[in-house]
């Protein structure tokens, strides 16, 4: 169990997406520290700047190679749970290299 608020970030290039996602999670969890990236930019900011409890990835991220971010956060953002959307088949055929482990597929 957390102790304090958690914080979580949301990475989806769908402004459309991301901001509804944001409310869901604003409502579920009480006092939610959330940070959405929609590009590149704001993702090296938030990395840069942040620690999270759980980051989210949306299944088409249309701004990187999706094959790479899974990495690049596990290595950006140790200790963070990594939660990719998408299709079962879609994650393991793009994502998962050996001895790469994450939090969690929806």
Known sequence: MMSSAPTILIIDSNVSDSKPCQLVLA????????????????LAE?????RFDVATVSPK???DDRSRL???LKQSL???ALILFGHESDI?????????AFGGCA
């Open 78 to 80: 140790p200790g963070t």
């Open 92 to 100: 393991v055929k793009k994502t998962i290299n050996p001895g790469f």
């Open 70 to 72: 899974p990495l690049i």
């Open 27 to 42: 409502r579920t969890f009480k006092d939610v520290a959330i940070s959405i990236a929609n590009d590149t930019p704001a």
């Open 46 to 50: 938030v990395l840069s700047s942040q």
């Open 61 to 63: 991220i249309a701004w």
